[in-house]
C-alpha cells in the first residue's frame, strides 16, 4: 500500500514539476518581452560583436550569471547554444532560451562538465564548417569558371 501512495506522490510531483517548468518560463518570457516592448536598447562598445555577427563568424560570447537576465531576450533568435546547468534550476532557464529561439548546451564545472565541453566543440564546428562550407563552393564555382 505504501508503495502505490509513494509512486501516486511521485506521478503528482512529476505533474507539478512539469507544469512549473512551463508556467515560470511562460511568465518569465513574457515578462522580458514586455519590457523590451517598452523600453530602449543602447549597445554601448559593442562594434567587434556586431562585425562578427554580420561576418556570420562562430564567436564564444560569455557572460557572468548576475549579467544574464535579460540575455535570452536580448540574443533572441540569434541560435546560439547557451551553457546552461545541468540543475533543477537550469530546467527553468533551458525553456526560457529555447522560448527565445536558441539552443542549450546542458552541463557545469560540478555536473556534466566533459560532456558539455564537448557539445560545445561539436556545436562550434558544425557552426563553422556551415559557414566554410559555402565559401568553399564559391572558390570552386570560380575556380572551374576561370578553367
Known amino acids: 500500500m505504501e508503495e502505490n501512495s509513494e509512486s501516486h506522490k511521485g506521478k503528482k510531483r512529476s505533474f507539478k514539476r ?11 518570457v513574457n515578462l522580458q518581452r514586455l519590457i523590451g516592448l517598452t523600453s530602449r536598447r543602447i549597445n554601448i ?6 562585425k ?11 557572460g557572468w550569471h548576475t549579467n544574464v537576465l535579460y540575455s535570452p531576450y536580448l540574443n ?5 547554444a547557451v551553457l546552461i546547468s ?13 522560448r527565445f ?8 564545472s560540478s555536473k556534466g562538465g566533459s560532456k558539455a565541453l564537448k557539445a560545445l566543440i561539436v556545436h562550434l564546428k558544425k557552426i563553422f564548417l556551415r559557414r566554410l562550407l559555402p565559401m568553399a563552393l564559391e572558390v570552386l564555382r570560380l575556380w572551374c569558371s576561370l578553367v
Open 45 to 50: 562598445g559593442d562594434e567587434s560583436i556586431r
Open 18 to 28: 512539469k507544469f512549473l517548468i512551463w508556467l515560470i518560463p511562460f511568465f518569465v
Open 101 to 108: 529561439g536558441n539552443y542549450s548546451i546542458r552541463g557545469s
Open 76 to 80: 533572441r533568435n540569434e541560435r546560439m
Open 52 to 62: 562578427i555577427r554580420k561576418e556570420k563568424k562562430p564567436y564564444i560570447l560569455s
Open 86 to 98: 545541468e540543475s533543477k534550476d537550469g530546467d527553468f532557464i533551458n525553456q526560457v532560451v529555447h
